[in-house]
């Protein structure tokens, strides 16, 4: 621990090495003051803030210079702290590490940024398929007559959301990871959007085609799960290494957002589905399960009325003798 050169690393928040400066010998001293060894630009560092040097037993220790605000690790403050190259103490609202040249890294990172896919080509493929999928939500929902405006504006809606969303991510991609990457962003976002769409014009016709209604009574489950998806794959964008904790972190969302779907379908419908019926027309010809006449129909409805008139406290032709 006594060999030199060590190094003094300032940190930002998050934990990256903002600054790493290399001092020859100790003891190493550390303030805002200019004949120190590691100068500090912090208002609240002491002009002789700190020594770094052994002590009895030839362990690194930072020893505060009888300052206002001291040295904090882990929101306490010590007059003294032994160092073992891990250790980040607070001077002022600056963090710090020092670490020997002999203090051992971690082997280097097998790289899945996929450089290139960088830059103009995903983002134009990203706002190619924002475009495609605003045009078509707006071709299948459009029940009036065409209007090229309708579509302008829908195109515009879309991009604007899109380009809105990519760059609040981009923001924190360069932050975070240094770099903005707003092609890739605004490419997941594209997919996403896709997908969304994509699913929502399947479930509706599988459920139409096979009078399946789970497609579309719980339709904003999956709708949930995409875009947890989606801000999955934002984040590994921004911090690739840290691909298992996102993992978790996203599927905790998942799960807390159809429990809360399912907790505002009840309180507001009583039910556990999204919607009673499907919204979407779709062509005759898509049918596949047989139709069911009016008689068949009206049979159901008799078949209900007893259980229905049980429910209300009445007996069965009841209502026919009050007639």
């Known amino acids: 621990m006594s060999q030199g050169p060590w190094f003094v690393e300032i940190l930002a928040r998050n934990g990256d090495v903002l600054q790493r400066q290399c001092v020859a010998r100790l003891p190493i001293r550390i303030g805002r003051g200019y004949g120190n060894d590691i100068i ?170 096979f009078s399946a209604e789970a497609f579309t009574h719980y339709a904003s489950h999956v709708a949930t799960v995409l875009v947890v998806g989606m801000i999955y794959f934002h984040l590994c964008t921004i911090k690739p290494p840290n691909r298992i904790r996102y993992r978790w972190i996203c599927a905790g969302l998942a799960v807390l957002g159809s429990v809360l779907i399912l907790v505002g379908n009840v309180q507001r419908t009583g039910r556990f589905s999204d919607e009673l019926y499907m919204a979407t027309l779709m062509p005759p010809a898509l049918r596949v399960s047989p139709d069911r006449g009016v008689d068949q129909f009206m049979r159901e409805v008799e078949g209900m009325k007893e259980s229905l008139d049980r429910s209300r406290g009445r007996k069965p032709g009841e209502d026919e003798l009050e007639d």
Do not use: K
């Not at 001077?91 to 002999?102: D, E, K, N």
């Open 40 to 209: 500090i630009d912090d208002d609240y560092a002491a002009p002789d803030h700190a020594v770094a040097e052994l002590d009895e037993d030839g362990r690194l220790l930072l020893r505060d210079l009888g300052t206002r605000n001291g040295i904090v690790h882990q929101g306490r403050r010590h007059q003294g702290i032994a160092l073992d190259g891990d250790t980040v103490v607070r001077i002022g609202h600056t963090s710090i590490r020092l670490r020997p040249a002999s203090h051992p890294v971690a082997p280097e990172l097998l790289d899945r940024t996929f450089h290139g896919w960088e830059g103009v080509l995903p983002g134009v493929a990203g706002a190619l398929l924002v475009a495609a999928f605003s045009l078509f939500a707006r071709w299948v929902s459009d029940t009036q007559y065409f209007e090229f405006v309708r579509y302008v504006e829908a195109l515009a809606w879309g991009l604007g959301a899109a380009l809105l969303w990519s760059g609040a991510w981009a923001f924190a991609n360069r932050l975070f990871g240094r770099h903005a990457r707003l092609g890739r962003h605004l490419f997941i976002i594209g997919c996403g959007m896709v997908a969304l769409g994509g699913y929502a014009l399947l479930a509706a016709a599988a459920g139409y085609a």
